[in-house]
């Protein structure tokens, strides 16, 4: 337990600037500023005429990028970084602002001075006991990550906007008791349920269509058979596995790689170690630990016994009240610095191998504390991370060899060149996608974007900008053919049309068995009535939840408002299932308790309604976003993100 508490430890401090630090990935906002191309006030994008600076951008990458790194521990690159798509969520957060910013001043809201100040002196993670931690504690916090007060300011003010905004925007949200209550039976009630499957699909073998049957639903229901509007793309691609073999390293670049980014391969100093801890009370009225002079009795005794030559692990196991580790005798594993709290930590890394501390003192207790062995900071060999090397520097050159091609070809476009002229230029060919419907998403344009971009575009007409597909590929876009939508012939949807008659049919002939096999049930039970029928009883594992899959029969509105809707060991009616029919049985069942939803009625309706009100406004934040033009600066765009 302790242990575990140590490995998590942070002073306060420390865990702010990262808080702060990550607020302010998302929500730094410095002043706007027209500047010459290649500054870091070059305009990126314009979002209702504001500017998004290339220094802002840069700002928020690097910000954002260095939790990426964080969280994977360094395993990243910026070949993996923009396979990520990490350049444009970072730009869509900040496009993003710029929507917050104009939606708020249509409606006229703003954030005076006095309010903003009210809010950081009474904000809880500005608090040390309680009270407002100071202006100059605050300075120097933000000094330390080379922020000013008024940038942490206007992401203060930003945050305030959007809570004004949001609170507009979601006045009328409510939740009523009734609401609150299903949703109370939908966490809460279960079932454990035995079930037998009557499925469609065996009962489709020997079914007849007639011609004469199939053109009759035809012309009965030839709605339904529309054939939506279609279009077919022409599209050239360039990913990196068109790029393969135009890569070549030789061992000067290795070489060079490494002594130029020897930091990448350092590994920190590092410490194992072991040890025995004797808790001391946190307050007067902690129940775990002891008063401190007993505490350091207690740890004196102990590491006189191993000093005297006592298995340190035995004396551990025995006496250690680190649950964590005392049954492992005591071993805390290997860790590097900022993984201990200090004290523990100058001690450990102040001693030698196979060296017993003396007692040292932590928040925890009094420790003792054995250095099995420990680890200096070294270099890794070039020989050791020499593959690691080739394998970074190949996805680098590759990307780059992708994003120079995929330029090429956008400044072709953009010099007035057809798809087919700008292709032949950079080495690649045209190609055609299948006609596509709306919505549609397959390889190799699997882009949601991309196939919207296609239904906006006139027939003839190019998209010059390429759109992210694959695996850090490219592809452009162009319209050559659009086929509207039509009623077909009989012949083009015939077999559609048979499969319909054939699938109904077997679904009747599904739900005549089910009613046969819920009667015999009610006299013979469940399990005798599907074995007589060669049919199969199963039963779930456990009890289910409301919304949650019912065995293989899946999940359903149907089958939920049914199975819940059953007293216990009562066989129900024919049920409607993806696959057929089902007939259930409830063996056991958790009811609707509703002294349990009264308790929880207040914070239940609460949690509802901040839900919605999440739910309203991103709704609302995205169609305002609608109501502003977004101006993209491409070549701008190319030279921030390299």
Sequence with gaps: MALAFMRRHRRWLY????????AFIVLYIPAFQDADAGGPAEVVARVGGLPITAGEFQTAYLG???????????????????????????LDGLVFQRVLLLEARRLGLSVDDQTLARAIATAPDLSQDGRFMGAEELRRVLELQGRTVEQFEDERRLQLLAERLEALVTAGISVTPAEAEREFRRRNEQVKAEYVLVEAAPLEVGVEVSDEAARARFEAEREAYRIPEKRIASYVQVGPDDMQGRVTLTDVDLESYYQQRQDEFREEEQVCASHILVKVKSGADATEGHADEEARQIATRLLAEVRDGADFAAVARRASEDQGSASNGGDLGCFGRGRMVPEFENAAFSMAADETSDLVKSSFGYHVIRVTSRRDESLLPLTQVKERIRQTLTAERTDALVREHAEAIAAALRRGKSLEQAAAETGFAVEKSPAMAKGEVSPPLASAALVARVFELKPGEIEPE???????????????????TRLPELNEV?????????????????????????????????????????????ETPAEVGRGQALGDLGSSATLDETV??????????????????AVVRVLEKKPFDPVAFENEKASLMASLRDERKGQLFRAYMSQARQRFTVERNPEAYRRVVG
């Excluded at 865990?15 to 990550?22: G, Q």
């Excluded at 390429?466 to 509207?484: D, I, N, W």
């Excluded at 077999?495 to 068995?513: G, N």
């Design 15 to 22: 865990v702010f600037l990262w808080l702060v630090i990550a």
């Design 64 to 90: 954002q990028r260095r939790r990426f790194e964080q969280m994977y521990q360094g395993r990243v690159d910026p070949a993996m970084m923009r396979r990520l798509g990490l350049e444009e969520q970072v």
């Design 494 to 538: 015939q077999e559609k049309v048979r499969a319909d008659i054939v699938e109904e049919k077997a679904m009747d002939a599904a739900r005549a068995r089910a009613e046969e096999l819920s009667a015999r049930a009610g006299t013979q039970g469940l399990e005798k009535a599907a074995s007589s029928m060669g049919l199969v009883r199963k």
């Design 564 to 581: 819940f809707a059953l007293p216990e060991k009562t066989v129900s009616p024919p049920i409607r299932v993806k696959d057929g029919y």
């Design 466 to 484: 390429p759109f992210a597909v694959g695996r850090g590929g490219y592809a452009f876009v162009g319209l050559p053919e659009a086929q509207a």
